[in-house]
């Protein structure tokens, strides 16, 4: 216990409700929820479902494009479905964006 950054032991009592809410934010640590709760009285929960879906579309087109300079670099040659293709992962990741920021603007 000497070694502890925050010795102070409290304890108090939640009913069912309030243990719920915690659940509902996906934390399992409860001190740091309760901490949270003290002091700010509240926690945002984000979700970055949308943004790692597009982070992931362009990472993929990234790999694809490096992958693409290299072979040209090695032969001197690209071929039109090498690019019929780039285009097509660009016009996902364009589709992503729209999507994204169509439900940004319902949203606010």
């Not at 926690?43 to 790999?63: F, G, M, P, R």
């Not at 992503?96 to 603007?105: E, G, N």
Request: with cysteine; glycine share 2%.
């Amino acid at each position: 216990m000497a070694n502890r950054t925050r010795p102070i032991r409290l304890e108090f009592y939640v009913d069912e409700r309030e243990h719920q809410k915690m659940q509902q934010i996906g934390t399992h640590n409860l001190s740091a929820y309760l901490r949270k709760m003290a002091i700010d009285g509240y926690i945002i929960k984000l979700d970055y479902t949308e943004q790692k879906k597009l982070a992931a579309a362009v990472s993929n087109v990234a790999s694809n494009v490096n992958h693409l300079c290299k072979r040209i670099n090695q032969t001197g040659h690209f071929y039109d479905d090498d690019i019929a293709d780039l285009k097509a992962r660009q016009e996902e990741i364009w589709k992503l964006l729209k999507d994204y920021m169509r439900k940004q603007t319902h949203e606010d």
